[in-house]
Protein backbone atom coordinates (compact mmCIF):
# COMPACT_ATOMS: atom_id res chain seq x y z
CA UNK A 1 0.00 0.00 0.00
CA UNK A 2 1.39 3.73 -0.52
CA UNK A 3 1.68 4.38 3.02
CA UNK A 4 3.52 1.34 3.89
CA UNK A 5 5.97 1.50 0.49
CA UNK A 6 6.30 5.58 1.36
CA UNK A 7 7.16 4.69 5.35
CA UNK A 8 10.06 2.43 4.22
CA UNK A 9 11.45 4.15 1.89
CA UNK A 10 11.18 7.17 4.47
CA UNK A 11 13.13 5.70 6.95
CA UNK A 12 16.38 6.10 5.79
CA UNK A 13 15.60 9.47 5.36
CA UNK A 14 13.49 10.50 7.88
CA UNK A 15 14.99 13.98 8.92
CA UNK A 16 15.31 15.18 5.38
CA UNK A 17 11.84 14.25 4.74
CA UNK A 18 10.17 16.13 7.78
CA UNK A 19 12.70 18.99 7.48
CA UNK A 20 11.12 19.28 3.91
CA UNK A 21 8.10 18.83 4.64
CA UNK A 22 7.68 21.26 7.49
CA UNK A 23 9.51 23.79 5.51
CA UNK A 24 6.52 25.15 4.39
CA UNK A 25 2.80 26.12 5.24
CA UNK A 26 0.11 28.23 5.46
CA UNK A 27 -2.74 29.28 7.76
CA UNK A 28 -5.85 27.73 7.26
CA UNK A 29 -8.69 30.80 6.80
CA UNK A 30 -11.65 28.64 6.45
CA UNK A 31 -14.98 31.28 7.63
CA UNK A 32 -16.35 28.41 9.82
CA UNK A 33 -17.81 28.38 13.56
CA UNK A 34 -19.35 25.99 15.63
CA UNK A 35 -21.73 23.62 14.33
CA UNK A 36 -22.27 20.35 16.52
CA UNK A 37 -18.29 20.47 17.78
CA UNK A 38 -16.67 23.10 18.87
CA UNK A 39 -19.67 24.71 21.00
CA UNK A 40 -18.26 27.48 23.30
CA UNK A 41 -14.69 27.78 20.89
CA UNK A 42 -12.93 25.63 24.00
CA UNK A 43 -9.72 26.15 21.85
CA UNK A 44 -9.49 29.84 21.23
CA UNK A 45 -6.22 31.13 21.51
CA UNK A 46 -4.60 27.89 20.48
CA UNK A 47 -2.10 28.22 17.72
CA UNK A 48 -1.85 24.40 16.05
CA UNK A 49 -0.65 22.48 13.72
CA UNK A 50 -2.10 19.71 11.36
CA UNK A 51 -0.26 17.05 9.34
CA UNK A 52 -1.35 14.09 7.18
CA UNK A 53 0.93 12.09 4.41
CA UNK A 54 0.00 12.80 0.62
CA UNK A 55 -2.44 10.86 -0.15
CA UNK A 56 -6.05 11.75 -1.27
CA UNK A 57 -7.16 10.31 1.99
CA UNK A 58 -4.25 11.74 4.25
CA UNK A 59 -5.20 14.94 2.77
CA UNK A 60 -8.94 14.85 3.25
CA UNK A 61 -8.57 13.68 6.75
CA UNK A 62 -5.65 16.46 7.58
CA UNK A 63 -8.44 18.93 6.17
CA UNK A 64 -11.05 17.58 8.29
CA UNK A 65 -8.81 17.99 10.96
CA UNK A 66 -8.08 21.21 10.58
CA UNK A 67 -10.97 22.52 10.13
CA UNK A 68 -12.79 21.40 13.30
CA UNK A 69 -9.57 22.85 15.23
CA UNK A 70 -10.62 26.44 13.38
CA UNK A 71 -14.03 25.84 14.33
CA UNK A 72 -13.56 25.60 17.82
CA UNK A 73 -11.65 28.61 17.59
CA UNK A 74 -7.75 27.45 17.04
CA UNK A 75 -5.94 29.55 14.78
CA UNK A 76 -4.28 26.41 12.49
CA UNK A 77 -1.45 26.01 10.12
CA UNK A 78 -1.90 23.49 7.65
CA UNK A 79 1.20 21.40 6.67
CA UNK A 80 -0.59 18.40 5.12
CA UNK A 81 0.74 16.50 2.51
CA UNK A 82 4.48 15.02 3.61
CA UNK A 83 5.79 13.11 1.51
CA UNK A 84 6.21 9.38 3.24
CA UNK A 85 4.94 8.26 6.22
CA UNK A 86 7.62 8.79 9.13
CA UNK A 87 8.08 12.55 8.48
CA UNK A 88 4.38 12.93 9.19
CA UNK A 89 4.87 10.74 12.83
CA UNK A 90 7.97 12.43 13.16
CA UNK A 91 6.15 15.83 13.22
CA UNK A 92 3.88 14.97 15.49
CA UNK A 93 6.33 13.08 17.78
CA UNK A 94 8.68 15.77 17.80
CA UNK A 95 6.17 18.54 18.33
CA UNK A 96 6.50 20.04 15.11
CA UNK A 97 3.01 19.85 14.47
CA UNK A 98 0.11 18.85 16.68
CA UNK A 99 -1.52 16.47 15.41
CA UNK A 100 -2.56 13.78 12.42
CA UNK A 101 -4.88 11.05 11.76
CA UNK A 102 -2.57 7.83 11.62
CA UNK A 103 -3.33 4.01 10.84
CA UNK A 104 -3.31 1.73 13.87
CA UNK A 105 -1.70 -1.01 11.51
CA UNK A 106 1.00 1.50 10.28
CA UNK A 107 2.11 2.48 13.90
CA UNK A 108 2.11 -1.10 14.92
CA UNK A 109 4.01 -2.66 12.24
CA UNK A 110 6.10 0.22 10.52
CA UNK A 111 6.80 2.46 13.40
CA UNK A 112 6.79 -0.12 16.66
CA UNK A 113 8.27 -2.92 14.39
CA UNK A 114 5.45 -5.54 15.20
CA UNK A 115 6.01 -8.34 13.18
CA UNK A 116 2.07 -9.80 13.60
CA UNK A 117 -0.94 -7.16 13.66
CA UNK A 118 -3.83 -8.03 16.04
CA UNK A 119 -7.13 -9.53 14.44
CA UNK A 120 -9.46 -7.55 16.97
CA UNK A 121 -9.82 -3.75 15.26
CA UNK A 122 -10.28 -2.23 19.23
CA UNK A 123 -7.54 -4.36 20.48
CA UNK A 124 -4.94 -3.38 18.22
CA UNK A 125 -5.46 0.49 18.34
CA UNK A 126 -5.22 -0.09 22.62
CA UNK A 127 -1.85 -1.93 21.96
CA UNK A 128 -0.67 1.03 19.73
CA UNK A 129 -2.31 3.90 22.00
CA UNK A 130 -0.14 2.01 24.71
CA UNK A 131 2.65 1.37 23.40
CA UNK A 132 3.32 4.96 21.66
CA UNK A 133 2.52 6.89 25.13
CA UNK A 134 5.95 6.85 25.91
CA UNK A 135 7.04 8.19 22.77
CA UNK A 136 4.83 11.40 23.48
CA UNK A 137 1.77 10.43 21.30
CA UNK A 138 -1.96 10.23 22.54
CA UNK A 139 -4.12 7.85 19.88
CA UNK A 140 -7.29 9.18 20.76
CA UNK A 141 -10.43 6.74 19.77
CA UNK A 142 -10.03 5.26 16.03
CA UNK A 143 -12.55 5.49 13.60
CA UNK A 144 -14.33 2.24 12.01
CA UNK A 145 -12.57 3.55 8.26
CA UNK A 146 -10.55 0.68 7.68
CA UNK A 147 -7.88 1.38 5.13
CA UNK A 148 -6.52 -2.23 3.98
CA UNK A 149 -6.30 -4.81 1.28
CA UNK A 150 -9.11 -6.41 -0.22
CA UNK A 151 -9.70 -8.19 -3.64
CA UNK A 152 -12.65 -6.98 -5.49
CA UNK A 153 -14.53 -8.21 -8.71
CA UNK A 154 -17.20 -6.33 -11.16
CA UNK A 155 -21.06 -6.54 -11.28
CA UNK A 156 -21.09 -9.31 -14.30
CA UNK A 157 -18.20 -11.55 -12.81
CA UNK A 158 -19.76 -11.25 -9.14
CA UNK A 159 -23.48 -12.61 -11.02
CA UNK A 160 -21.17 -15.48 -12.78
CA UNK A 161 -19.32 -16.71 -9.76
CA UNK A 162 -21.32 -15.83 -6.34
CA UNK A 163 -18.12 -15.05 -4.22
CA UNK A 164 -18.43 -12.89 -1.40
CA UNK A 165 -15.50 -13.76 1.07
CA UNK A 166 -12.13 -14.97 0.12
CA UNK A 167 -12.87 -18.42 1.58
CA UNK A 168 -15.48 -18.37 -1.43
CA UNK A 169 -12.32 -17.07 -4.09
CA UNK A 170 -10.22 -20.07 -2.73
CA UNK A 171 -13.07 -22.62 -2.98
CA UNK A 172 -13.60 -21.81 -6.57
CA UNK A 173 -9.44 -21.28 -7.01
CA UNK A 174 -9.81 -25.38 -6.58
CA UNK A 175 -13.05 -26.25 -8.21
CA UNK A 176 -12.28 -24.28 -11.34
CA UNK A 177 -8.81 -22.66 -11.58
CA UNK A 178 -8.81 -20.76 -14.69
CA UNK A 179 -11.87 -18.80 -13.29
CA UNK A 180 -9.44 -17.09 -10.63
CA UNK A 181 -7.10 -14.23 -12.34
CA UNK A 182 -6.01 -11.76 -10.75
CA UNK A 183 -4.09 -8.37 -11.22
CA UNK A 184 -2.39 -7.04 -8.61
CA UNK A 185 0.78 -4.63 -7.36
CA UNK A 186 4.41 -6.06 -7.35
CA UNK A 187 4.89 -5.05 -3.79
CA UNK A 188 1.65 -7.09 -3.06
CA UNK A 189 2.84 -10.01 -5.08
CA UNK A 190 5.64 -10.11 -3.15
CA UNK A 191 5.00 -9.12 0.64
CA UNK A 192 4.06 -11.57 3.51
CA UNK A 193 1.08 -9.79 4.45
CA UNK A 194 0.29 -9.13 0.90
CA UNK A 195 -0.52 -12.33 -1.55
CA UNK A 196 1.95 -14.99 -0.99
CA UNK A 197 0.57 -14.81 2.90
CA UNK A 198 -3.29 -14.68 1.29
CA UNK A 199 -2.38 -17.40 -0.43
CA UNK A 200 -1.07 -19.97 2.44
CA UNK A 201 -3.97 -18.08 4.98
CA UNK A 202 -6.92 -19.26 2.74
CA UNK A 203 -4.97 -22.24 0.75
CA UNK A 204 -5.40 -21.03 -2.25
CA UNK A 205 -3.36 -22.00 -5.40
CA UNK A 206 -3.55 -19.74 -7.75
CA UNK A 207 -1.47 -20.72 -11.07
CA UNK A 208 1.54 -17.64 -11.73
CA UNK A 209 0.39 -17.69 -15.06
CA UNK A 210 -3.18 -16.11 -13.85
CA UNK A 211 -1.52 -13.41 -11.57
CA UNK A 212 -0.59 -9.86 -13.63
CA UNK A 213 1.35 -7.54 -12.21
CA UNK A 214 0.51 -3.87 -12.73
CA UNK A 215 -0.03 -0.19 -11.46
CA UNK A 216 -2.64 0.65 -8.43
CA UNK A 217 -5.09 2.37 -11.19
CA UNK A 218 -4.61 -0.38 -13.80
CA UNK A 219 -5.62 -2.50 -11.79
CA UNK A 220 -9.18 -0.78 -11.03
CA UNK A 221 -10.05 -0.28 -14.49
CA UNK A 222 -8.85 -3.50 -15.52
CA UNK A 223 -11.24 -5.24 -12.69
CA UNK A 224 -14.03 -3.16 -14.08
CA UNK A 225 -13.98 -4.40 -17.29
CA UNK A 226 -13.48 -7.51 -16.42
CA UNK A 227 -9.81 -8.47 -17.53
CA UNK A 228 -8.97 -10.19 -14.49
CA UNK A 229 -11.45 -11.54 -12.15
CA UNK A 230 -10.44 -10.30 -9.14
CA UNK A 231 -8.29 -6.88 -8.55
CA UNK A 232 -6.47 -5.45 -5.59
CA UNK A 233 -8.05 -2.66 -4.01
CA UNK A 234 -7.96 -0.22 -0.78
CA UNK A 235 -10.76 -0.97 1.30
CA UNK A 236 -11.84 3.16 1.15
CA UNK A 237 -10.96 3.55 -2.25
CA UNK A 238 -12.77 6.07 -4.25
CA UNK A 239 -12.81 4.04 -7.37
CA UNK A 240 -14.40 1.12 -5.63
CA UNK A 241 -17.73 2.97 -6.00
CA UNK A 242 -17.01 4.84 -8.53
CA UNK A 243 -16.64 1.53 -10.48
CA UNK A 244 -19.35 -0.61 -8.69
CA UNK A 245 -17.11 -2.85 -7.54
CA UNK A 246 -17.94 -5.62 -5.03
CA UNK A 247 -14.86 -6.62 -2.01
CA UNK A 248 -14.06 -9.55 -0.98
CA UNK A 249 -14.62 -10.06 3.01
CA UNK A 250 -11.69 -11.41 4.20
CA UNK A 251 -13.45 -14.01 6.48
CA UNK A 252 -9.97 -15.35 8.28
CA UNK A 253 -9.17 -11.61 9.19
CA UNK A 254 -5.80 -11.87 7.49
CA UNK A 255 -5.54 -8.13 6.29
CA UNK A 256 -3.63 -5.89 9.07
CA UNK A 257 -6.11 -3.46 10.42
CA UNK A 258 -5.55 0.06 9.30
CA UNK A 259 -8.32 1.94 11.32
CA UNK A 260 -7.69 6.09 11.12
CA UNK A 261 -7.37 7.26 14.62
CA UNK A 262 -6.48 10.70 15.77
CA UNK A 263 -2.47 10.92 16.97
CA UNK A 264 -2.24 13.78 18.83
CA UNK A 265 0.98 15.30 20.55
CA UNK A 266 0.44 14.46 24.53
CA UNK A 267 1.90 17.68 25.55
CA UNK A 268 -0.29 19.46 22.84
CA UNK A 269 -3.29 17.58 24.33
CA UNK A 270 -2.33 18.23 28.14
CA UNK A 271 -2.55 21.67 26.90
CA UNK A 272 -5.86 21.19 25.28
CA UNK A 273 -7.34 18.48 26.62
CA UNK A 274 -11.01 20.06 24.34
CA UNK A 275 -9.11 18.43 20.92
CA UNK A 276 -10.68 15.23 22.35
CA UNK A 277 -14.01 15.96 22.23
CA UNK A 278 -13.58 18.50 19.01
CA UNK A 279 -12.79 15.01 17.25
CA UNK A 280 -14.56 12.10 18.68
CA UNK A 281 -18.08 12.79 16.94
CA UNK A 282 -16.00 13.16 13.50
CA UNK A 283 -14.16 10.31 14.08
CA UNK A 284 -17.10 8.11 14.85
CA UNK A 285 -18.37 9.03 11.50
CA UNK A 286 -15.53 8.15 9.32
CA UNK A 287 -16.41 4.69 8.06
CA UNK A 288 -15.54 2.83 4.52
CA UNK A 289 -18.52 4.16 2.95
CA UNK A 290 -18.04 7.68 4.22
CA UNK A 291 -13.82 7.54 2.76
CA UNK A 292 -14.94 6.17 -0.73
CA UNK A 293 -17.57 9.31 -1.27
CA UNK A 294 -14.68 11.20 0.02
CA UNK A 295 -11.78 9.73 -2.03
CA UNK A 296 -14.56 9.80 -5.56
CA UNK A 297 -15.00 13.28 -5.22
CA UNK A 298 -10.83 13.84 -5.17
CA UNK A 299 -9.53 10.47 -7.63
CA UNK A 300 -12.93 10.38 -9.85
CA UNK A 301 -14.30 14.17 -10.03
CA UNK A 302 -11.16 15.98 -9.98
CA UNK A 303 -12.42 18.18 -7.01
CA UNK A 304 -9.98 19.69 -4.02
CA UNK A 305 -9.28 17.68 -1.19
CA UNK A 306 -9.75 20.53 1.32
CA UNK A 307 -12.77 21.30 -0.14
CA UNK A 308 -13.82 18.05 -0.22
CA UNK A 309 -13.51 17.96 3.45
CA UNK A 310 -14.96 21.78 4.25
CA UNK A 311 -18.36 20.46 2.39
CA UNK A 312 -18.32 17.33 4.48
CA UNK A 313 -18.00 19.16 7.54
CA UNK A 314 -20.68 21.78 6.65
CA UNK A 315 -23.04 18.67 5.19
CA UNK A 316 -22.71 16.75 8.45
CA UNK A 317 -23.54 19.79 10.71
CA UNK A 318 -20.39 19.64 12.31
CA UNK A 319 -19.46 23.05 11.56
CA UNK A 320 -21.38 26.32 10.35
CA UNK A 321 -19.96 28.24 7.23
CA UNK A 322 -20.19 32.19 7.83
Known amino acids: ?7 VLAVAFVAGVTGCGLTSGSPMVDDVRPGSIGQGEPLKGADLTVTSKEFTEQLILGAIMGIAFEAAGADVLDRTGIQGSVGAREAVKGGDADGMYEYTGTAWITYLGNSEPIADPQKQWEAV ?11 LPPASLNNTYALAMNQANFKKYGTKTLSDVAALSKSDPSAVTLCVEGEFANRADGLPGMQKAYGMDVPAGNITQMDTGIIYTQAAKGSCTYGE ?7 IKSMNLVVMQDDKKFFPNYNAAPSINSETLKEYPAIADVLDPITRRLDNAVAQELNAKVDVAG ?7 LDWMVGEGFVREG
Open 303 to 309: EDPHQVA
Open 1 to 7: MRRRLCA
Open 129 to 139: RDADAKNGLTW
Open 233 to 239: VFTTDGR
